[in-house]
């Protein structure tokens, strides 16, 4: 397995390429810090965009779902799809209303799904899912029975077509704008788990794990 993702025609960056990122190591980084991405897919000539979520295991990003929906469908068909993740990390405020931007961390990922059948590895993956939604919940939790297992569609995406794009740093201004009298900066922003709240139906005894 190489450091780094040879850019293909589709995942090099053309667009200020210096900010592209075909690092192994920080594109994972990215992919374990998110909980959501946005699956592109077309469907009898129509092209749909649907938010998921999804669980890195190794070189491979997971996708599940009701074996109903039709996302899931065609992916399995082995249809091409281009999957996306980004974080967004701070909004960008510039001396002109044409210089603002955002800091953010993104990865796009092209390729081609298939169906998990085999059970060991279908119960693998939905084990990864619960552990990176929050770490060391499996084993507190009911596995999912036969029943779950047959209503749960589990896919399964190589990661070997893939690019990530970082902006980060203080806005871009025209050298004639510096002069202004214009706040500018970065406001940070990120995502934080709030106090947890117990279930209405909790049983009185049971306190909450360690791990949250």
């Given at each position: 397995?190489?450091?780094?993702?040879?850019?293909t025609e589709k995942t090099?960056?053309?667009?200020?390429?210096?900010?592209?990122?075909?690092?192994?190591?920080?594109?994972?980084?990215?992919?374990?810090?998110?909980?959501?991405?946005?699956?592109?897919?077309?469907?009898?000539?129509?092209?749909?965009?649907?938010?998921?979520?999804?669980?890195?295991?190794?070189?491979?990003?997971?996708?599940?779902?009701?074996?109903?929906?039709?996302?899931?469908?065609?992916?399995?068909?082995?249809?091409?799809?281009?999957?996306?993740?980004?974080?967004?990390?701070?909004?960008?405020?510039?001396?002109?209303?044409?210089?603002?931007?955002?800091?953010?961390?993104?990865?796009?990922?092209?390729?081609?799904?298939?169906?998990?059948?085999?059970?060991?590895?279908?119960?693998?993956?939905?084990?990864?899912?619960?552990?990176?939604?929050?770490?060391?919940?499996?084993?507190?939790?009911?596995?999912?029975?036969?029943?779950?297992?047959?209503?749960?569609?589990?896919?399964?995406?190589?990661?070997?077509?893939?690019?990530?794009?970082?902006?980060?740093?203080?806005?871009?201004?025209?050298?004639?704008?510096?002069?202004?009298?214009?706040?500018?900066?970065?406001?940070?922003?990120?995502?934080?788990?709030?106090?947890?709240?117990?279930?209405?139906?909790?049983?009185?005894?049971?306190?909450?794990?360690?791990?949250?």
């Amino acid at each position: 397995m190489t450091e780094q993702f040879t850019p293909t025609e589709k995942t090099k960056l053309r667009r200020i390429p210096k900010r592209g990122v075909y690092e192994r190591e920080k594109i994972y980084q990215i992919l374990d810090e998110g909980f959501i991405c946005h699956v592109g897919f077309t469907d009898g000539g129509k092209t749909f965009v649907i938010p998921t979520g999804y669980a890195r295991l190794e070189d491979k990003l997971l996708i599940h779902g009701s074996s109903a929906s039709r996302m899931m469908r065609e992916m399995a068909q082995k249809i091409e799809v281009c999957v996306t993740v980004t974080l967004l990390d701070g909004l960008v405020l510039a001396r002109s209303a044409f210089h603002h931007s955002m800091n953010y961390r993104s990865v796009i990922i092209f390729g081609t799904a298939h169906l998990i059948t085999d059970a060991k590895e279908k119960y693998d993956a939905l084990k990864a899912f619960t552990e990176h939604i929050i770490p060391n919940r499996w084993t507190d939790i009911r596995p999912p029975n036969d029943l779950e297992l047959k209503a749960t569609t589990v896919l399964s995406l190589p990661i070997e077509e893939a690019s990530a794009k970082i902006r980060n740093g203080d806005p871009v201004d025209d050298e004639a704008d510096y002069s202004l009298s214009v706040w500018a900066g970065v406001v940070p922003l990120k995502m934080e788990r709030g106090q947890s709240i117990r279930d209405a139906r909790l049983n009185s005894d049971i306190e909450m794990p360690d791990y949250l």
